[in-house]
C-alpha cells in the first residue's frame, strides 16, 4: 500500500538557517504530494502541494519539488522565522480507485526555531 | 468563512467508558472525514463520508467504533468501550464535492483514556 515516510525530528535550528525536511514515499502510479503544517493547538493546514513529477509547490517561503525518480518531496525554506515553529506533514494522495480522495501522512517532523 | 469545528477540545475517561465527538464540517462541503492521530504518528483515516454515505471504512475498528453523519452536514464519532489504545487526537476535515479538493481539518479532540 501507499506510505511515506520522513525524516525524524525534533529539528532545531537558528532563525535565519537553511532548513529541509527530507520526505519520500511509495505509491503505484502518479500520486498528488502534500506538505501540511500543525502550529500549536491548531488543527492541519495545508502548506503546499504538487499533482505531477517536476511540479514545485510554494507557499510563504516554503518549496518542495515533486521527484518522481527518487520518489521524493522535500521540504524547504531558505531563512526560517520562530513563527515557523510547528509540526510538518507530508502526505499523499493515491492516483486512482474509488477512495481517490483519502490521505496517507507520514509520522510528522517537529521544528523549534530560536532566536 | 467559519472553519472545521470539533467538539468537546478534550475528553478524559476511564477504558471501557464511551466517548462520543462532534464536527461541524465547513458550509456546504460534501465530503467530510475523521482521522485518528496516535501520539508521535500521522493522522490515519478511520472513515470518509460523501454526503450522508460511506465511502471507506476500511480503517475503522467497527467492533467498538461507530460514525454517523445524518442528513449530510454534521457528524458523530463514538467509541464504545474506549481502550487504552484509543487514547488519540481525533481529526475532522471536510472538502467540497469532487475527488481531489483540498481538506480542510479542525483542531481536533484530544482523548485520554485511563
Known amino acids: 500500500g501507499d506510505s511515506v515516510t520522513q525524516m525524524e525530528g525534533p529539528v532545531t535550528l537558528s532563525e535565519e538557517a537553511f532548513l529541509t525536511i527530507n520526505c519520500t514515499y511509495t505509491?503505484?502510479?502518479?500520486?498528488?504530494l502534500f506538505w501540511y503544517v500543525q502550529y500549536p493547538g491548531e488543527g492541519l493546514q495545508l502548506l503546499l502541494k504538487a499533482t505531477k513529477a517536476d511540479d514545485k509547490g510554494s507557499n510563504k517561503g516554503f518549496e518542495a519539488t515533486y521527484r518522481k525518480e527518487t520518489t521524493s518531496f522535500h521540504l524547504e525554506k531558505g531563512s526560517v522565522q520562530v513563527s515557523d515553529s510547528a509540526v510538518y506533514f507530508c502526505a499523499l494522495r493515491g492516483a486512482s480507485g474509488g477512495t481517490a480522495s483519502k490521505l496517507t501522512f507520514g509520522t510528522g517532523t517537529r521544528l523549534q526555531v530560536t532566536l | 468563512e467559519a472553519g472545521v469545528a470539533q467538539s468537546p477540545r478534550y475528553k478524559i475517561i476511564e477504558k471501557r467508558q464511551s466517548v462520543a465527538f462532534w464536527c461541524n464540517p465547513i458550509s456546504g462541503h460534501a465530503t467530510l472525514y475523521w482521522y485518528q492521530q496516535i501520539l508521535g504518528q500521522g493522522p490515519k483515516l478511520l472513515i470518509q463520508?460523501?454526503?450522508?454515505?460511506?465511502?471507506?471504512d476500511s480503517q475503522l475498528p467497527k467492533d467498538r467504533f461507530s460514525a454517523e453523519r445524518l442528513k449530510g452536514v454534521d457528524s458523530t464519532l463514538k467509541i464504545q468501550p474506549a481502550k487504552l489504545e484509543d487514547s488519540a487526537v481525533y481529526l475532522c476535515?471536510?472538502?467540497?464535492?469532487?475527488?481531489?479538493?483540498?481538506?480542510?481539518f479542525g483542531p481536533g479532540t484530544r482523548l485520554t483514556v485511563l
Open positions: 476535515a471536510s472538502s467540497p464535492e469532487g475527488t481531489y479538493n483540498e481538506q480542510f
Open positions: 463520508f460523501q454526503n450522508n454515505g460511506v465511502v471507506d
Open positions: 505509491a503505484t502510479g502518479y500520486p498528488s
